[in-house]
């Protein structure tokens, strides 16, 4: 590559980028954010090392763990992307805990619905039976 369309890790360090850059692909200069980052947590040698012991159908993905990791270590230094991991599984039991409450209180008003039709059966049998009784005692009666 040329001096004018260096790699953001080249412009970074500095230095002229060679046209077999390996960190060209993944850090463009257009985000020189994204290397910053990246480098401040794991500096350009280690990363350049991680990327060249990759197959490179797997550096992309690297590159990316890499500044996802660095953005968040840079934005919480004690606990990194892992603070974001603990935050979103606390949100998952959280969220899990409310659908068993969900699902109970719908097997109630379910249970409840089942008992309101059963007395109505009931009630309605009842009242069957009542005009059948007093139906029968009428004629009874008459005769």
Same mark, same amino acid.
């Given at each position: 590559?040329?001096?004018?369309?260096?790699?953001?890790?080249?412009?970074?360090?500095? $230095?002229?980028?060679?046209? +077999?850059?390996?960190?060209?692909? *993944?850090?463009?200069?257009?985000?020189? @954010? $994204?290397? +910053? !980052?990246?480098?401040?947590?794991?500096?350009? !040698?280690?990363?350049?090392?991680?990327?060249?012991?990759?197959?490179?159908?797997?550096?992309?993905?690297?590159?990316?763990?890499?500044?996802?990791?660095?953005?968040? $270590?840079?934005? +919480?230094?004690? *606990?990194?992307?892992?603070?974001?991991? !603990?935050?979103?599984? @606390?949100?998952?039991?959280?969220?899990?805990?409310?659908?068993?409450?969900? *699902?109970?209180?719908?097997?109630?008003?379910?249970?409840?619905?089942?008992?309101?039709?059963?007395?109505?059966?009931?009630?309605?049998?009842?009242?069957?039976?009542?005009?059948?009784?007093?139906?029968?005692?009428?004629? +009874?009666?008459? @005769?």
């Amino acid at each position: 590559m040329s001096n004018s369309t260096r790699c953001a890790a080249c412009k970074s360090l500095r $230095r002229r980028c060679p046209p +077999d850059c390996v960190l060209a692909p *993944y850090f463009p200069s257009n985000n020189p @954010q $994204r290397f +910053d !980052s990246v480098h401040k947590i794991f500096g350009a !040698s280690n990363v350049t090392k991680m990327l060249e012991g990759l197959p490179v159908n797997l550096r992309g993905e690297a590159a990316e763990c890499m500044s996802f990791e660095a953005m968040w $270590r840079v934005k +919480d230094p004690v *606990y990194g992307c892992v603070g974001i991991i !603990s935050h979103l599984q @606390q949100e998952i039991i959280q969220t899990q805990t409310e659908i068993t409450k969900t *699902y109970a209180e719908i097997g109630l008003c379910k249970a409840q619905q089942e008992h309101n039709n059963q007395s109505n059966q009931v009630a309605q049998l009842g009242n069957s039976l009542d005009n059948a009784v007093g139906e029968d005692f009428q004629l +009874d009666f008459v @005769q």
